[in-house]
């Protein structure tokens, strides 16, 4: 959220509720991919490193450079 300030109210925070929409369609989506991770023993440590290559992908597509 973000401080949104209000001469009657002060300040309070807004939610956007998008965006915890959205993290909540991702923990589903995640919850099912990390389920299948574990039963074909894909470590921890890997998960990580897949998911850091995966959005670092993204971040370049994101700044101009090709995928």
Request: glycine content about 6%; overall charge negative.
């Amino acid at each position: 959220g973000y401080l949104q300030l209000d001469r009657r109210h002060g300040a309070i925070v807004a939610v956007d509720v998008d965006e915890i929409k959205a993290r909540m369609e991702l923990a589903q989506t995640m919850d099912l991919i990390l389920a299948q991770a574990i039963c074909k023993n894909v470590s921890r440590e890997d998960v990580h490193k897949l998911v850091d290559e995966i959005y670092n992908q993204y971040e370049g597509y994101r700044n101009g450079e090709s995928l």
